[in-house]
């Protein structure tokens, strides 16, 4: 599962390329940006409440002792 700063880091992308476009791609880009923000809050809220699930999918270190 992602976290919230790569959610993130899609709203900005889409941001900076809407700078680029008109019209209904600028639009589509702003609302894909928003959705990524939505999504970020979402998972930044759910790590909030359940901590254990920021280390699901983290690599694990093993003592070699």
């Not at 790569?6 to 700078?19: D, N, T, W």
């Not at 940006?33 to 979402?42: F, G, H, K, V």
Request: with cysteine; hydrophobic share 40%; aromatic share 4%.
């Amino acid at each position: 599962m992602k976290k919230a700063s790569e959610y993130r880091q899609h709203a900005i992308e889409c941001r900076q390329l809407a700078l680029g476009v008109q019209g209904a791609q600028r639009e589509q880009l702003i609302e894909m940006a928003e959705t990524w923000d939505r999504l970020a809050d979402e998972r930044a809220e759910l790590i909030r409440r359940h901590p254990e699930l920021a280390l699901v999918g983290e690599p694990r270190t093993f003592n070699a002792d």
